[in-house]
Every structure is written in C-alpha cells, then in structure tokens.
Nanobody, 129 residues
Framework: QVQLVESGGGLVQAGGSLRLSCAAS????????MGWFRQAPGKERECVAA????????YYLDSVKGRFTISRDNARNWVYLQMNSLKPEDTAVYYC??????????????????????WGQGTQVTVSS
C-alpha cells in the first residue's frame, strides 16, 4: 500500500519561504516519477514541479521557475519542494503525487493529474500580501 504524507505548509508573508516535505511509504522515491501539484479555490489542480524516475529530468511550472526547487532524499524516501520568494498567487493546497510509471522510461515525467496514481492528503499554503 502506497502512502504519501505531506507536511510543511502554513501561513507566510509574501517574499517568504516554506519547504514542503512528502514522506513516502510502500514505494521507493528513487524508482518513482514524483510530482508536486497545487489547487487553489475554484481552479484546476496543476503540476508545479515534477521529476522523472532517474531524477535527471525535472519540470517546473513557468510561474515558479527560479523560485521553487523539487528534490528527493532516497535514503529517507522523502520528496521536498523548497518554495522561495512566495507570492499571494501561490496560495493553494499542495499535493505530493507518485506515478506507478508502468511502461514509462526512467527519463519520463508526468505533468498531468491523470498520469499520477498515488496522492497525499494535501497541505495548505497561504501567502499573505
């Protein structure tokens, strides 16, 4: 059974930083394509960052490039999202997701909700102006 548990969300002022963590069990992050998504009220869930199984291919949403960094700790089986220079428009519930990657190459990553099979419960990030 795969479980993903996010932590690290909270309230921060614009320009501040937060680091989200995702603890994975039942699946090794070193052999998984992983992603961070967010969903703001009234909006669709979108992928903000993702990496391939190899970890060498990384995707960032244009609006977070240069501010967010996705990483993983294979030994601890954790995935992180470091968020700097936060803006009010970054306010959303953030989700960690893992793809089963059946039939994927190690360099493949996913950017859409439909490509991911396992989801965490989400953590709220609120950025005040």
């Amino acid at each position: 059974q795969v479980q993903l548990v996010e932590s690290g969300g909270g309230l921060v002022q614009a320009g501040g930083s937060l680091r989200l963590s995702c603890a994975a069990s039942g699946r090794t992050v070193s052999n998984s394509a992983m992603g961070w998504f967010r969903q703001a009220p009234g909006k669709e869930r979108e992928c903000v960052a993702a990496f391939s199984m190899s970890g060498q291919n990384i995707y960032y949403l244009d609006s977070v490039k240069g501010r967010f960094t996705i990483s993983r700790d294979n030994a601890r089986n954790w995935v992180y999202l470091q968020m700097n220079s936060l803006k009010p428009e970054d306010t959303a519930v953030y989700y960690c997701a893992a793809a089963s990657g059946v039939g994927w190459t190690r360099s493949q990553l996913g950017r859409s909700v439909a490509e991911y099979d396992y989801w965490g419960q989400g953590t709220q990030v609120t950025v005040s102006s």
